[in-house]
C-alpha cells in the first residue's frame, strides 16, 4: 500500500487532539430542521440536506437520474452532477445518493454476486432541482435561488406553509437475521485473519429490516437524533433518510480542495456530566480504537494520493473525540489539493468505499465484507449528499441511514474488527450505536435491545 508523505507545512497531529463537537447550538435549530423534515414527510420528492451548519432544501426535481446497474452507476452519478453544472445559479442544487456496490463497481467478482439485497432502491439516484433554499442553522438567515421565478414563489409558499410537527405513528420494529454468537464466530474468524496477515481491520456490518415504516415517525426520529450530516433525498415513493455524522468527501470544485473525516472508535455518552467526560477520555485513551481509527486514516491517506497534488495531503486533526446525540466517536481529518486533471469519476473511483467502512488493506476487506456478510449493503455505507452549481459535491458517508422501499425500511449496523477486538465488547458497540432507533429486536429469539451506527 502506497502512502503520500504530508506536506511541509502541515501541523503534526496532537496525540490528543480534540476535533471541537459539531453538536453546538450555532450548527442546529429545531424549529428549522423539523419544518424542513416536515415538508420532506408531505412532499415525496423534496430533499433536504445539513452540512456545515447550513441547512439545504430542494422542492421540485427539474430532472431526476436513476441506475440499478453497478458497473455504471458511479458514472451516471458523475455526468449528472456534470450537466447540471451552471453560472447561472450559485451554491447546491441537487441531492442524491451513491449505494456501496456502485463504489466497489471494479471489485473482479462483484458480477457473480447473487447475494439478496439489503435493500431495492436504486444504486444510484440524483435529482436536479429548479429552486433551493439555503439556511444558516445559527443565524436563521435563508436564501433561495434557482432561474426559475415561479418555482422560487411556490418553494418559499411551501416552506412557509408546512407545519413543523410530526403525528403519532407507531414504533418502528427492525428485525435482523444475526445473534450474538454468530457474531462472536465473525470477530473470531477475522481476528485469525488478521493474524494470519490478510488483512488487519474489517468493517463487518448487519442490515435490520422493518416491513413497514411510517415517513412521519421517521421524520421525528431524524429530528430526535440531531446529527449533524442529516439529510433526507426523495425520490418518489422511496427515500433515504440519513442521521450520518461522517463526511465521506467533500470537494470543492472551484479551489481544487478535497476533504473527508474518517471515524473509527465509538464509546456511549454517559448518564451523568462526570461520567460522559470519563467515557469520551476512556475513548481519546483506548489503544484498540486509535489503531482503528489511524489504519482508516492510512487508507483515507492513501486514496487522496492517488488523485492529489503530490505533496498536498494532510491530516489535520488525529484522533479527537467528537460527541453526538448518543455516542462518542474518535474523528481524524483529512483534506488534500486535486490535480488539475482529475474529475469527479475519478474522485469517486478512488475514494468510495471509504476505509472507515471498509478496512486495511481496502480490497481485500471488500473480498472478506462480501464473504461474511449475508446480504449486500445496499445504500449502506454509500454516499449521501449534494452537489453545487459549480460541480463541487458534499458527500456523507451513508451511516445510521434508514432506507424506504416497496419492501418497507432497511438500517445497516457495523463495526471496525482488529487484531485485539473482544466479542463482547463489539456486540456492545453495536447496540450503542443502535441507541439511534428507536428500537430494534433480533431473531430468533425475538428479545427487545436496548436501542439506532456504522
Known amino acids: 500500500m502506497r ?3 504530508h506536506t511541509h507545512n502541515c501541523k503534526r497531529p496532537e496525540s490528543h487532539n480534540v ?11 429545531d424549529a428549522l430542521v423539523a419544518r424542513a423534515l416536515a415538508l420532506c414527510v408531505e412532499c415525496p ?10 441547512l439545504h432544501v430542494g422542492l421540485e426535481p427539474a430532472d431526476v437520474v436513476r441506475d440499478d446497474d453497478p458497473s455504471r452507476a458511479l458514472e451516471s452519478f458523475a455526468r449528472a452532477v456534470d450537466a447540471w453544472r451552471s453560472d447561472a445559479v450559485d451554491g447546491v ?47 436563521g438567515r435563508r436564501d433561495v435561488c434557482g432561474t426559475d421565478g415561479a418555482a422560487i414563489d411556490r418553494l418559499r409558499d411551501r416552506w412557509s406553509a408546512t407545519t413543523p410537527e410530526f403525528h403519532a405513528a407507531a414504533a418502528l420494529m427492525f428485525r435482523g437475521t444475526f445473534v450474538e454468537e454468530t457474531h462472536r464466530a465473525t470477530v473470531e474468524f477475522v481476528r485469525e485473519s488478521i493474524r494470519d496477515g490478510s488483512v488487519y481491520l474489517v468493517n463487518v456490518a448487519h442490515t435490520l429490516h422493518a416491513p ?3 415517513r412521519s415517525r421517521i421524520g421525528q426520529r431524524l429530528l430526535h437524533a440531531r446529527a449533524p450530516r442529516t439529510a433526507w433525498v426523495g425520490a418518489g415513493g422511496e427515500f433515504v433518510a440519513s442521521m450520518s455524522m461522517e463526511l465521506g468527501i467533500a470537494w470543492d470544485r472551484t479551489r481544487g480542495i478535497l476533504r473527508t473525516r474518517p471515524i473509527k472508535g465509538t464509546r456511549p455518552r454517559g448518564a451523568s456530566v462526570d461520567e460522559d467526560r470519563r467515557l469520551a477520555d476512556e ?44 455516542v462518542h466517536h474518535l474523528v481524524s481529518s483529512i483534506h488534500a489539493r486535486a490535480r488539475p486533471d482529475v474529475g469527479l469519476v475519478e474522485v469517486l ?39 453545487a452549481a459549480d460541480g463541487s459535491v458534499d458527500l456523507s458517508v451513508a451511516i445510521r ?13 457495523g463495526g471496525g474488527l482488529v487484531a485485539d477486538s473482544v466479542a463482547g465488547r463489539e456486540w456492545a458497540e453495536l447496540q450503542w450505536k443502535a441507541r439511534a432507533l428507536s428500537e430494534w429486536t433480533s431473531q430468533p429469539s425475538g428479545t427487545s435491545v436496548p436501542g439506532g451506527t456504522s
Open 283 to 326: 475513548l481519546a485513551r483506548d489503544p484498540k480504537e486509535r489503531a482503528e481509527n489511524i489504519m482508516a486514516v492510512d487508507v483515507h491517506r492513501n486514496d487522496l494520493g492517488r488523485i492529489a497534488l503530490p505533496g498536498s495531503v494532510c491530516v489535520d486533526h488525529l484522533c479527537g473525540v467528537e460527541a453526538h446525540a448518543y
Open 3 to 5: 502512502f503520500t508523505p
Open 19 to 29: 476535533v471541537p463537537s459539531v453538536q453546538q447550538e450555532s450548527s442546529w435549530n
Open 45 to 54: 420528492d423534496a430533499s433536504m440536506a445539513i452540512s456545515n451548519g447550513v
Open 93 to 139: 442544487h441537487a441531492f442524491g445518493w451513491l449505494g456501496y456496490d456502485a463504489l466497489r463497481r471494479d471489485e473482479p467478482d462483484i458480477a457473480s454476486d447473487d447475494r439478496p439485497r439489503a435493500d431495492r432502491v436504486p444504486c444510484t439516484f440524483a435529482a436536479h432541482y429548479r429552486a433551493t433554499m439555503r439556511i444558516d442553522l445559527a443565524t
Open 401 to 413: 441511514t434508514l432506507v424506504s422501499d416497496d419492501a418497507g425500511v432497511h438500517y445497516g449496523v
Open 212 to 214: 413497514t415504516g411510517d
Open 349 to 387: 473511483r478512488a475514494v468510495g468505499p471509504m476505509g472507515s467502512v471498509t478496512g486495511a488493506p481496502k480490497r481485500a476487506a471488500m473480498s472478506m465484507i462480501r464473504a461474511l456478510e449475508r446480504e449486500r449493503r445496499g445504500v449502506y455505507t454509500g454516499f449521501v449528499g449534494t452537489a
